[in-house]
């Protein structure tokens, strides 16, 4: 019995003293991001305010993107689902998921989302992102010879300007699910210059027309010279070309694009007009996006989603 009480004493005195908060923190690594800290594997108890399906690297924007949500979680609950929550919490207060893979996350300073406008447009001219020193990226947006298909030089000069040079055709939008969907986008932003927004990725929660509520994650691989704050031009195949037009010398288009110059097609059966490389993303506008007509959203930063960076080579190095 007493060498049992000394054995029990030396093990107790070699042994350290953890407090419960020192046990939570070692067990969740946090990730640090520009505007919010995750985590893998554990939740947070109550305050739900909504929910939203879609994929986990989704699901901070959605945060950001509703008044009122301060931290979330994501589960695999109904193929992928945000749970979005309200009220102050710390990441000592983060508790074990056992029900599957989950992530959760804390917004840095709750919402920062604002409000935008879109319009649309597929003008065949090489990104302004697709040169070089734009931004601070791993490197510039890939754009491709004239079958849009086989990548060119960085410096080879855009084909509106009588150059080689021409977006690729994968930049073109498609549909991820009914409420989700991913493309590229020419942007301008208050405040901001381009060396803040080529190459970063925002999301699009819609506020106005058929497609409100709906969410599309861009990113940004042309500057707009002639666009306002916070406004978003859709690259869109048969959307308008707009002030410039290489479909010309790429695919022989009519002298104003197809359709009108400012607008594009009208129906999706003049999507056939269009080569057959980029019909895909023209009757993408008149299925998921419902021919929507420069719909207002409101827009955040998030984290380019891999599906993204793999078409256009292009990611921030603080993304």
Known sequence: MIYLVVLTLVINYLTPAFSNDHIIQKRYAWHDESNLQWAENCDWTGNDIGNVQGPSDQCGGQCASNSGCTHFTWTEFNGGTCWLKGGSVTQDQATGFSGGYSVCGIMKGGSTSASGTTTRYWDCCKGSCGWNGKAAVNSPVQSCQR???NGIDVNAQSGCNGGPSYPCNSNQPWAVNDNLAYGFAAAHLAGQSESDWCCACYQLQFTSGPVTGKTLVVQVVNTGGDLGDNHF????????????????SQWNAPPDGWGDRYGGVSSRDQCNQLPGE??????????WFQNADNPTMNLVRVRCPDELVQKSNCRRNDD
């Open 278 to 287: 980029l019909q895909p993303g023209c009757n993408w506008r008149f299925d």
């Open 233 to 248: 031009d859709l690259q869109i195949p048969g959307g308008g070309v707009g002030i410039f037009n290489g479909c010309s």
């Open 147 to 149: 079958d849009g298909v």
